[in-house]
């Protein structure tokens, strides 16, 4: 089992940013893939970002610019940088690991975005 625990969340203002982090923890081995996904009230859970151990990233044409995952392999932690918010940006986002053909979720942290 791997635990994941996202801290960093909560209320900015339009044009603010708020960096977010996980730490994994548990069976951590064979991790490869790591990211970020959101989900607003309402609609479906969506990527925002990943990053794999070799640092190479991908990301929603939504944060593309604004947004930057970075990751620290001997922390086990995942860090997305959000800048640039806007209010479309709210939502409770989730840190998600994957290893081998298992996907592991955080609890979630509420990113608030006011206009």
């Known amino acids: 089992q791997v635990q994941l625990v996202e801290s960093g969340g909560g209320l900015v203002q339009a044009g603010g940013s708020l960096g977010l982090s996980c730490a994994a923890s548990?069976?951590?081995?064979?991790?490869?893939?790591m990211g970020w996904y959101r989900q607003a009230p309402g609609k479906q859970r969506e990527l925002v970002a990943t990053?794999?151990?070799?640092?190479?990233?991908t990301y929603a044409d939504s944060v593309a610019g604004r947004f930057t995952i970075s990751r620290d392999n001997t922390k086990n932690t995942v860090y997305l940088q959000m800048n640039s918010l806007k209010p479309e940006d709210t939502a409770v986002y989730y840190c998600?690991?994957?290893?081998?053909?298992?996907?592991?979720w955080g609890q979630g942290t509420q990113v608030t975005v006011s206009s």
């Open positions: 998600a690991a994957k290893k081998v053909m298992t996907t592991y």
């Open positions: 548990g069976s951590i081995f064979n991790i490869n893939t």
């Open positions: 990053i794999t151990r070799g640092a190479s990233t």
